[in-house]
C-alpha cells in the first residue's frame, strides 16, 4: 500500500525567509509525487510533480521539490516567502497502476502561515 | 487551459431534499474524479469514471449517486443526506482513462460546498 506523510501540522515563516514544507512517502516501484495548494475556501491547485528525471522540480509562483530516493522525501521550498503563500499545502503519491494503485494518496496536509 | 467548473458553488439542502452537483471539463480528459474533503482534511476518493464508465466506487453510501452523461460532465446526485455529509465536493479530472500513466496529473475544480440542515 502506498502513503504519504506530512509531519508538520503548521509551519511557520517570515516573510522573505526561506520555507520548507515536508513530505515523506512510501510506495512499490518508482513513485510518481505531486504537491497541491489549497487557499481557503478554494479548491486544489496543483503546483509541480515528479515523474522521473532531475530531482530537482520547479513549479508554480516560485516552488520547487526535491526528489531524495534514498530519503524516501520530497519536500516543497522556496526561496523567499510571501503572505501571499499562506495556505494549505498537500503532497500526494500516485502508485503503480493497474487497480487502485494509480489514484492519489494524500498527504495530512499542513497549514504554512506566513507572517509580514 | 486546465480548469474544471463546478456548479453550484454553494448548497444548502435539507434531509428530504434531492439536488445535483455538477461538474465540466473541456480539457479532453477522460478520467473524472468525485473527492469529498472535510475542513483541514485531506480529499478523500469517493468515485472514478474512466472512459465514461464507472471504475472506482470507493463504499460510498447509495445517498449519492454519480452519474457521466458524456465524456465532459460529471454529476453527482444527492437523496436522503446526513448533516455529517456536509463537506466541499470536489469534481477532479485527469487525462487519458482512470488506469493511464500515472504521472498524469490530476486537476481540481473549486468545489461546491455542501450543507445538509
Known amino acids: 500500500a502506498q502513503s504519504v506523510a506530512q509531519p508538520e501540522d503548521q509551519v511557520n515563516v517570515a516573510e522573505g525567509n526561506p520555507l520548507t514544507v515536508k513530505c515523506t512517502y512510501s510506495?512499490?516501484?518508482?513513485?510518481?509525487l505531486f504537491w497541491y495548494v489549497q487557499y481557503p475556501n478554494r479548491g486544489l491547485q496543483f503546483l509541480l510533480k515528479?515523474?522521473?528525471?532531475?530531482?530537482l522540480v520547479k513549479g508554480s509562483y516560485g516552488f520547487e521539490a526535491e526528489f531524495n530516493k534514498s530519503q524516501t522525501s520530497f519536500h516543497l521550498k522556496k526561496p523567499s516567502a510571501l503572505v501571499s503563500d499562506s495556505a494549505l499545502y498537500f503532497c500526494?503519491?500516485?502508485?503503480?497502476?493497474?487497480?487502485?494503485?494509480?489514484?492519489?494518496?494524500f498527504g495530512g496536509g499542513t497549514r504554512l502561515m506566513v507572517k509580514p | 487551459d486546465t480548469e474544471v467548473t463546478q456548479t453550484p458553488k454553494h448548497l444548502v439542502m435539507g434531509m428530504t431534499n434531492k439536488k445535483s452537483l455538477k461538474c465540466e471539463q473541456h480539457?479532453?480528459?477522460?478520467?473524472m474524479y468525485w473527492y469529498k474533503q472535510k475542513a483541514k482534511k485531506p480529499p478523500e476518493l469517493m468515485f472514478v469514471?474512466?472512459?465514461?464508465?464507472?471504475?472506482i466506487n470507493e463504499s460510498v453510501p447509495s445517498r449519492f449517486s454519480p452519474e457521466c452523461p458524456n465524456s465532459s460532465l460529471l454529476n453527482l446526485h444527492l437523496h436522503a443526506l446526513q448533516p455529517e455529509d456536509s463537506a466541499l465536493y470536489l469534481c477532479?479530472?485527469?487525462?487519458?482513462?482512470?488506469?493511464?500513466?500515472?504521472?498524469?496529473?490530476?486537476?481540481f475544480g473549486e468545489g461546491s460546498w455542501l450543507t445538509v440542515v
Open positions: 477532479a479530472s485527469s487525462q487519458g482513462g482512470a488506469a493511464g500513466p500515472s504521472g498524469n496529473t490530476i486537476y
Open positions: 510506495v512499490s516501484g518508482n513513485p510518481y
Open positions: 515528479y515523474i522521473t528525471g532531475d530531482n
Open positions: 500526494a503519491v500516485r502508485g503503480i497502476p493497474p487497480n487502485a494503485g494509480n489514484m492519489l494518496t
Open positions: 480539457m479532453g480528459h477522460r478520467a
Open positions: 469514471y474512466s472512459y465514461e464508465k464507472l471504475s
